[in-house]
Nanobody
Framework: QLQLVESGGGLVQPGGSLRLSCAAS????????IGWFRQAPGKEREGVSC????????KFVDSVKGRFTLSRDNAKNTVYLQMNSLKPEDTAVYYC??????????????????????WGQGTQVTVSS
């Protein structure tokens, strides 16, 4: 069974850090760009960050630039979203998704429903004092 599984969410105080993991089973992530998306209650899903299959290219939404980093370990078939200096507005369910595209140095957060082939079930991140 092909699936992505997120982990690492939880409750953290403002200014704290979390590291989310996105692990694949049933397929290798080597040829997939990975995107992270989030959805807060009552809000639309938002693209947060993506990393190309080569790991050479990353993109971040403006609201997380300088606070979030993205890395991948293809040997472990896992992608990591490091979130620092967390704010209450970062509270959301975070999803990872895999995009099999032809360009190893490309990733995009545009049109995720059409672009991404596999999605995880999500992990809750709550930033609150």
């Amino acid at each position: 069974q092909l699936q992505l599984v997120e982990s690492g969410g939880g409750l953290v105080q403002p200014g704290g850090s979390l590291r989310l993991s996105c692990a694949a089973s049933g397929f290798t992530l080597d040829y997939y760009a990975i995107g992270w998306f989030r959805q807060a209650p009552g809000k639309e899903r938002e693209g947060v960050s993506c990393i190309s299959s080569s790991g050479k290219s990353t993109k971040f939404v403006d609201s997380v630039k300088g606070r979030f980093t993205l890395s991948r370990d293809n040997a472990k078939n896992t992608v990591y979203l490091q979130m620092n200096s967390l704010k209450p507005e970062d509270t959301a369910v975070y999803y990872c998704a895999a995009d099999r595209n032809l360009y190893p140095d490309f990733c995009s957060l545009v049109s995720p429903a059409r672009r991404y082939d596999y999605w995880g079930q999500g992990t809750q991140v709550t930033v609150s004092s």
